[in-house]
């Protein structure tokens, strides 16, 4: 299905990010997995894709830092000759009440999930235009929907994302690119598993399907936007929450 497909995926040393880096690879594509700090993860993640046949390269970054992704993207062009998927993950949380949260934790949570997905989105734009083809998936989330107590960083980020990828959709949609987001509600991950059981019972409740989906949900669903199967489908933010924010 992505056979001969290069792919960036950011913040894919773990969870929701490595198992779209996996979904991706198994269905053909070459996956840049790229990271920030966790080097042993990444590389794990290149074994098991190298492992099962495919093929897949780590690469160090840090999405907030510009000049880092303008050297990323660079640096796939000169080895692959293209960028034909790019999914925008990479991710943090500094969770805290409004009265409590420091200017720092708001700004971080800013600078990796929003200004991040806008420096790599810019790099990608410039290549996928020459090329007029590539499908973009930015991970956006039922919080930046349906906002969440503690989460103003967070919520004004993902919200932001997905004022992102309808704007891009409409600049790039001429040239035949797709640029659509995803937002994932609770899914089982290292994240929620530091969830209290009372947190979980709560959040339970607000799910018509009444359980926690798995991060392959969210993979199939990335892997379906990146596919020619989904060629008419841009602007658009898929909802994978079992309900939650409808």
Same mark, same amino acid.
């Given at each position: 299905?992505?056979?001969?497909?290069?792919?960036?995926?950011?913040?894919?040393?773990? &969870? @929701?990010?490595?198992?779209?880096?996996?979904?991706? %690879?198994?269905?053909?594509?070459? #996956?840049?997995?790229?990271?920030?700090?966790?080097?042993?993860?990444?590389?794990?993640?290149?074994?098991?894709?190298?492992?099962?046949?495919?093929?897949?390269?780590?690469?160090?970054?840090?999405?907030?830092?510009?000049?880092?992704?303008?050297?990323?993207?660079?640096?796939? @062009?000169?080895?692959?000759?293209?960028?034909?998927?790019?999914?925008?993950? %990479?991710? @943090?949380?500094?969770?805290?009440?409004?009265?409590?949260?420091? =200017?720092?934790?708001?700004?971080?949570?800013?600078?990796?999930?929003?200004?991040?997905?806008?420096?790599?989105?810019?790099?990608?734009?410039?290549?996928?235009?020459?090329?007029?083809?590539?499908?973009?998936?930015?991970?956006?989330? #039922? #919080?930046?929907?349906?906002?969440?107590?503690?989460?103003?960083?967070?919520?004004?980020?993902?919200?932001?994302?997905?004022?992102?990828?309808?704007?891009?959709?409409?600049?790039?949609?001429?040239?035949?690119?797709?640029?659509?987001?995803?937002?994932?509600?609770?899914? =089982?991950?290292?994240?929620?598993?530091?969830?209290?059981?009372? @947190?979980?019972?709560?959040?339970?409740?607000?799910?018509?399907?009444?359980?926690?989906?798995?991060?392959?949900? #969210?993979?199939?669903?990335?892997?379906?936007?990146?596919?020619?199967?989904?060629?008419?489908?841009? &602007?658009?933010?898929?909802?994978?929450?079992?309900?939650?924010?409808?």
């Amino acid at each position: 299905m992505l056979k001969d497909k290069v792919a960036i995926v950011t913040g894919a040393s773990r &969870g @929701i990010g490595r198992e779209i880096a996996l979904k991706l %690879a198994s269905y053909g594509a070459t #996956v840049i997995v790229n990271y920030c700090g966790s080097k042993e993860k990444a590389e794990e993640v290149v074994a098991y894709i190298e492992g099962q046949g495919g093929r897949a390269v780590t690469y160090q970054g840090n999405v907030a830092d510009a000049e880092s992704m303008k050297e990323m993207f660079a640096y796939v @062009i000169k080895e692959f000759g293209r960028v034909d998927i790019l999914v925008n993950n %990479a991710g @943090i949380t500094r969770d805290n009440l409004i009265l409590k949260m420091s =200017e720092e934790e708001f700004d971080a949570v800013i600078d990796t999930d929003l200004k991040g997905v806008y420096n790599c989105l810019k790099q990608a734009s410039r290549i996928m235009l020459k090329q007029k083809s590539g499908r973009i998936v930015n991970i956006s989330s #039922v #919080v930046g929907v349906l906002g969440n107590a503690g989460q103003v960083n967070y919520a004004a980020a993902k919200a932001g994302v997905i004022g992102m990828t309808k704007s891009l959709a409409r600049e790039l949609g001429s040239r035949g690119i797709t640029v659509n987001a995803v937002a994932p509600g609770f899914i =089982e991950t290292e994240m929620t598993e530091t969830l209290s059981e009372n @947190i979980k019972e709560n959040t339970l409740t607000q799910i018509p399907l009444k359980r926690f989906g798995k991060v392959e949900d #969210v993979a199939e669903t990335v892997a379906f936007l990146v596919s020619d199967k989904a060629a008419y489908i841009t &602007g658009q933010t898929i909802h994978v929450d079992g309900g939650m924010g409808m």
